[in-house]
């Protein structure tokens, strides 16, 4: 159990509910259990943006989509997602992709608590998986994680564009939430609140769908030699279709966090920066740094997958049973799961 732990933070992998888990929440894989029978797994991986490898490879595109998404149209510093990562290593080195990394690690922990949580317990709650259940299920889970996702976004945006060097404002996370709590207060510290419900609540239970839905028509089942490949397929395209089924409202609540970090405010709320940035820049605003995004999906389910098969293949072996018998340990792929997004 801590093994599985240890390997899915490692990873971006959280475990699965455990062996012989609650039926009711229909995940399609099979493992032995303790007793030696087939049982149901738990829940379905979770789409989480924010974990250590897939954070590692994920981050720098990440920063190159906050970057595009509010650059002035004025004064445009970058042509593109190639022209940015170009600029960015060029001015402020490697170092400035991985700009506001440490808010999403701190996050980590409990996003993902709160997630499986409140994911596990709906399905329960609703009483039978069916297309329906895991698309609602998703989005509660999506919506209580805002709570501690809108004032982590809010810190990364932030260290995202700030200038490097002396001139910067923030010295890290803690002291960017810091100065804005202590200038705005808790409303500063929760600004694009609604704007990141409006963007994760959906995303999140159009990635439970879409994932059950590949996994179950792709067949993954334990022994299959292309389990690993399909269930990055499975993941990869799950989290392109979350991201597209909401990627405008991201591009607001980015222009919302970021405003005011240079010059006065321009957005009194959600459809006033809808309405400016339409106006200014027609509907193609919506969809700056999507190629970036959409980039970014399939590298962070390799990393995600490398490191949790590392991990279980030279440290998992067998596990004890219930009276010091060795039971073969249950297949790998139920533990696996892919971030999204985010």
């Known amino acids: ?61 990440d920063t190159v989509k906050v970057r595009l998404q ?9 042509r593109g997602t190639l022209h940015c990562f170009k600029s960015i290593i060029k001015q402020e080195s490697v170092l400035g992709l ?35 259940n895991q698309f ?15 004032p982590m976004e809010l810190a990364k945006t932030r260290l995202q564009l700030q200038d490097a060097g002396p001139a910067r404002t923030y010295k890290g996370s803690l002291d960017c939430l810091a100065q804005i709590y202590g200038h705005e ?41 292309l389990l690993v490949p399909k269930l990055l397929l499975a993941g990869g395209t799950s989290g392109i279709v979350s991201w597209l089924s909401t990627y405008p409202v991201d591009v607001v609540k980015s222009r919302l966090q970021a405003d005011g970090l240079r010059g006065a405010p321009r957005y009194r709320g959600i459809l006033d920066c809808v309405h400016q940035s ?30 949790v098969t590392v991990v279980l293949t030279y440290a998992r072996g067998e596990e004890a049973g219930p009276e010091g018998e060795a039971v073969p340990a249950a297949p790998a792929g139920p533990a696996l799961a892919q971030p999204s997004s985010l």
């Not at 509010?70 to 970058?78: F, T």
């Not at 999506?142 to 809108?150: K, L, M, S, T, Y």
């Not at 609140?193 to 159009?206: A, I, K, Y």
């Open 136 to 150: 609602l299920a998703g989005a509660a889970a999506g919506a209580i994680q805002c709570v501690i996702c809108c």
């Open 185 to 225: 207060g808790l409303r500063g510290i929760n600004r694009g609140m609604v704007s990141t419900l409006l963007r994760e609540t959906p995303s999140f239970g159009v990635y439970f769908l879409t994932y059950d839905a590949l996994t179950r028509a792709l067949g993954c089942e334990p022994g299959d030699r």
């Open 70 to 78: 509010v650059q002035s149209v004025e004064n445009p510093q970058y």
């Open 98 to 132: 991985y700009k506001g990394l440490g808010s999403p690690l701190m996050g980590l922990t409990f996003i993902n608590a709160l997630v499986f949580g409140v994911q596990g317990n709906t399905l329960r709650a609703l009483g039978h998986d069916s297309p329906l």
């Open 278 to 307: 339409y106006r200014a820049e027609g509907w193609r605003v919506f969809t700056r740094g999507l190629a970036s995004t959409l980039l970014r999906a399939f590298p962070v389910n390799a990393a995600t997958f490398a490191t």
């Open 1 to 61: 159990m801590a093994l599985d732990f240890l390997a899915g933070c490692a990873g971006a992998i959280q475990r699965d509910w455990g062996y012989g888990a609650d039926p009711l929440l229909g995940w399609p894989w099979r493992a032995l259990n303790r007793s030696g029978a087939e049982s149901r797994l738990g829940t379905p991986p979770l789409p989480t943006r924010f974990c250590v490898a897939g954070v590692l490879v994920g981050h720098p595109f």
